[in-house]
Nanobody, 123 residues
């Protein structure tokens, strides 16, 4: 499975961005998907995940209420709507496909990674 992420860019604090990640195969529609991010000099961290049918979503505490994850299985695509962005949200964002129908918070569940898209939030 190949994952193509898009939608990153430069935005001012308080602004919004919508990330998209399209999977190359429909089999991803049976798997949990999610987003992780990595800021310069920091470890990669969990952002949000969604179960195979969209029935279950999980968010990191520091994005809860600001970010919304969703998916369109007909297009094998997962989205991350990011509102009220803060400078500390600046990072490379990576989409991921889980080994199972549920992603959770752990990177150990990830089977496939996307190539990453840069999000920069200016103050």
């Amino acid at each position: 499975v190949q994952l193509q992420a898009s939608g990153g860019g430069l935005v001012q604090a308080g602004g919004s961005l919508r990330l998209s990640c399209a999977a190359s195969r429909r089999t991803a529609s049976n798997n949990g998907m999610g987003w992780f991010r990595q800021a310069p000099g920091k470890e990669r961290e969990f952002v949000a995940s969604i179960s195979w049918n969209g029935g279950s979503t999980v968010y990191a505490d520091n994005v809860q209420g600001r970010f919304t994850i969703s998916r369109d299985n007909a297009k094998s695509t997962v989205f991350l709507q990011m509102n009220s962005l803060k400078p500390e949200d600046t990072a490379v964002y990576y989409c991921a496909v889980s080994r199972s129908s549920y992603m959770g918070r752990s990177m150990t569940n990830v089977q496939y990674w996307g190539q990453g898209t840069q999000v920069t939030v200016s103050s």
